[in-house]
Every structure is written in C-alpha cells, then in structure tokens.
C-alpha cells in the first residue's frame, strides 16, 4: 500500500537557525515520484521540487536543500538560515505510475519561523 | 502564463443542498485532478480528468461527481450537502498527463462551509 508519513506535526525555529522536514514513505511500485509542496495560510498548494526514483542525487536550491535516500525510503528536506516567510505548512507527496495522477500526501508538517 | 484558477474561493451552503465548484487548469493542461483538505483526514485524492475522461477515481461516495469540457476546465459536484463536506478543495492540473510521472499545480481551493 502507499502511504507517506511526516512525523512531525509542527516544528517551531528562530529565525536563522536550520530545520529539517522528514518525509518517509512506502510503495511497491519501481516507477515513482516525490514531491514537496509549502501551503502558506492562503492554502494553495506551491510546488517546491519533484524527484524521480531513478534519481537519488540530493538537490539544492538556494536555501532549500533535500535529500532523497531509497534505502531508508525518505525524501528530507532542509531549510537553511530559516526565515519569517517560510512559516507554512509543508506536505510531502507521492506518485506512482500504476496508480497515475493520484497523489497520496502526508499529514503535513507545520512549520513557525519565530523572529 | 495565468495559474490554475477556481470559483468561488467561499462558499456557504446548508445541509442537503447541492453546490457546483469551478477549475480552469494552467493554459495546454488537459489533466485535472480535484483534492479535499480537512483537519481529519488530511488531503485526499477525489477524481482526476483528462480528456473530457474520468481516469482516476478516490474513495468518495457517489454525492461526488465531476466533469470536464473540451477546454480542460473542469467542475466537481457534491449532492445532499452533509456537514462532514465543509473542507477546502483543491484543484490541480498537468501538461500531457503522462500517469504519476507529472508535477501538479494546484489552485487557492474554495472553501466551503456546510451549516
């Protein structure tokens, strides 16, 4: 069964400090995709990065960094030198070309940048 | 190029009533795919479109319903309100619709209250 787990309910950092979101999931198919995705309080969903699972290279994007292991079945991401702007609630996502464009999506991870 | 766009953004109906929810995908998208956000159940999967089609379908009762034009843009509906129904549903789309091997880009979501 596919299911995507994000321990952490909420997390709470000083302005600065770094912070990393776990993301861990599960599928039987061979063929998948990993997404992260920042819902601000506006509530649309913003598309940060997708990663296939033929690619295990980490990425980094300015202060957003993630790190994709297949032999732990995680998909973590790292905000670095955190900022007020980043408090949102971010989601991880999955999906498989079996089940095509059926997104399971974890539980969400909300994230309060103090200054 | 314009984002995904949904009408209304609020809606407020009673228990039994039935209402109508509007998407318009990002321009040359043909797949659509509709989501409920709650605070229970998180975010889960209702129907995808592509091509006038319904490809893929959630674990919703039959209240909910869908369709889409030859435009791509796409409406859902649910019948018999219940107050369970009040959520924020979100709409989402992509290019070729190449199944689970596609980023999504989602809407602001409408946010309906049932009283």
């Known amino acids: 069964a596919q299911k995507v787990t994000q321990a952490q309910t909420e997390i709470s950092v000083v302005e600065k400090e770094d912070v990393t979101l776990d993301c861990v999931y599960e599928t039987r198919d061979t063929t998948y995709y990993l997404f992260w995705y920042k819902q601000p309080p506006s509530g649309e969903l913003v598309f940060l990065i997708r990663?296939?699972?033929?690619?295990?290279q980490n990425e980094i994007s300015g202060r957003y960094s993630w790190n994709f292991q297949k032999s732990t079945s995680s998909f973590n991401f790292t905000i670095t030198a955190s900022q007020v702007v980043d408090s949102a609630v971010y989601f991880c996502?999955?999906?498989?070309?079996?089940?095509?464009?059926?997104?399971?999506f974890g539980t969400g991870t909300s994230l309060t940048v103090i200054p | 190029k314009a984002g995904v766009t949904q009408t209304p953004r609020y809606l407020i109906k009673t228990r039994g009533q039935q209402v109508t929810l509007s998407c318009s995908p990002i321009?040359?998208?043909?797949?659509v795919s509709w989501y409920q956000q709650t605070p229970g159940q998180g975010l889960q999967f209702l129907f995808e479109y592509f091509s006038e089609t319904q490809r893929n379908k959630g674990n919703f009762p039959g209240r909910f319903s869908g369709r889409q034009f030859s435009n791509s843009r796409s409406e859902m509906n649910v019948s018999t309100l219940e107050l369970g129904d009040s959520a924020l549903y979100l709409c989402?789309?992509?290019?070729?619709?190449?199944?689970?091997?596609?980023?999504?880009?989602f809407g602001p979501g409408t946010r309906l209250l049932v009283l």
């Open positions: 990663r296939n699972s033929f690619d295990e």
């Open positions: 321009s040359g998208h043909r797949s």
């Open positions: 989402a789309s992509s290019s070729e619709g190449r199944q689970g091997l596609e980023t999504q880009y």
């Open positions: 996502a999955l999906s498989e070309a079996v089940t095509g464009n059926q997104f399971y």
